[in-house]
């Protein structure tokens, strides 16, 4: 089976496996119990993890918070503002090529009060600039704008549009989930107050996540109101039990992130040109691309193949290879990510969109192209 569907998830690496099984069977302790040594194993742990996970994104360790993955950090982080910051005229800001966790939370929110603007986005999904800084001087509760998306891939400029919530003193939250541990992030040089993202799209295991909420520039933690309550692990943010065994995996995925990232992007700039140069010489007369050439999250092609409807290209190709019409999370219903950048509905039925991994290789995408071309 040829694996071109990593935006939807990736295989996790052995060497995650690896770490994680002696915290499924030997080291089984919870890391909030007390004074015994399984305990501490599992403490320490989950701390050596968070470090790992902070080093990633350059970050402070304490900003780290753990959540079962980017749907939670999402809802986590924009209920918790609203609640907290909202007063009395709560006003969210987000782009209109958001994921669903990111859209379905802000439709949640408007039916319980909250003033929605949802921003236009160009052709490849990057968020209009000019219609952002118009709702910055409306002071909005906070701003959420996707670092890059998931079906065409493209980045949005984060650090222009971090400092201008700074300037406007802003709440800005970006969801960081498709590309962290595929560019390098660094908190630090940037004011981005609110960053959610997953271990599974970079070869960790699934279930874990977390929402990194930063310190203010007196060092002091940013409350928000916790989604779950409970125990209050997670320095209250986010109750529950540890999921010791997924947070090891996490930490173990970003230390391989961090570094093999960039031979990990070149591989994969590599290999996203080699693919769209044998689409264009095979199919020239029916193939258009979605996504822009630059500035994007390498590996991530979205297709246009005129004429052919995109499920029954997927069903045709399933044997042997894994692609998909775009998000696996709103699969049933046409991509609202293609609607957004303004293809109609034909269009949009006729995309598929290809994501590749590090570990995928040419052979791979010859034998993708032959399939296609019916041989
Ligand atoms: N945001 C984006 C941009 C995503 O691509 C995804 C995963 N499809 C999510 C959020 C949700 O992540 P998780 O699977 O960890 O809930």
């Not at 194993?41 to 350059?58: F, H, P």
């Not at 540890?242 to 961090?258: D, Y």
Request: aromatic share 6%.
């Amino acid at each position: 089976m040829i694996y071109f569907d990593n935006s939807a998830t990736t295989k996790i690496d052995r060497r995650v496996v690896d770490v994680m099984l002696p915290y499924l069977y030997e080291s089984f302790g919870n890391p909030s119990s007390k004074y015994y040594s399984l305990a501490t194993t599992a403490k320490n742990a989950v701390e050596e993890a968070r470090e790992q996970i902070s080093l990633l994104l350059g970050c402070e360790v304490d900003e780290v918070i753990f959540t079962a993955g980017a749907t939670e950090s999402n809802n986590m982080i924009i209920k918790g503002v609203m609640e907290l910051y909202g007063g009395d005229n709560p006003h969210l800001v987000i782009g209109k090529a958001e994921h669903s966790s990111v859209l379905e939370t802000a439709k949640y929110v408007e039916s319980q009060g909250v003033k929605v603007t949802y921003l236009n986005v160009d052709r490849y999904g990057r968020v209009n600039l000019e219609e952002f800084n118009d709702c910055l001087s409306l002071s909005p509760t906070l701003i959420s704008i996707q670092w890059g998306n998931n079906e065409l891939g493209s980045i949005n400029d984060i650090e222009y549009i971090s400092r201008r919530c700074e300037e406007e003193k802003v709440f800005f939250h970006t969801d960081a989930t498709q590309v962290v541990g595929k560019i390098k992030i660094s908190l630090n040089e940037i004011p981005v107050k609110f960053l959610s993202c997953s271990a599974h799209k970079f070869h960790g295991p699934k279930g874990i996540g977390a929402a990194i909420i930063r310190k203010d520039t007196l060092g002091i933690r940013t409350k928000i109101a916790p989604l779950i309550h409970g125990g209050g692990q997670e320095n209250e943010y986010r109750s529950g039990t540890h999921s010791v065994h997924n947070i090891v995996g996490f930490g173990k995925a970003a230390e391989i992130a961090l570094s093999e990232q960039p031979d990990a992007a070149d591989i994969l700039e590599q290999l996203e040109k080699n693919l769209k140069s044998k689409l264009v010489s095979m199919f020239s007369e029916v193939i258009h691309f979605n996504s822009d050439d630059h500035n994007k999250i390498p590996g991530i092609v979205n297709i246009q193949f005129k004429g052919i409807n995109n499920e029954l290209l997927i069903k045709k190709v399933s044997d042997r290879v894994a692609i998909s019409t775009g998000s696996a999370c709103s699969s049933s219903k046409p991509s609202h990510v293609l609607q957004s950048i303004g293809l109609p509905l034909n269009e949009v039925r006729n995309s598929v969109r290809v994501s590749l991994s590090k570990e995928n290789t040419i052979e791979e995408i010859d034998e993708f192209c032959s399939f296609l071309s019916g041989k």
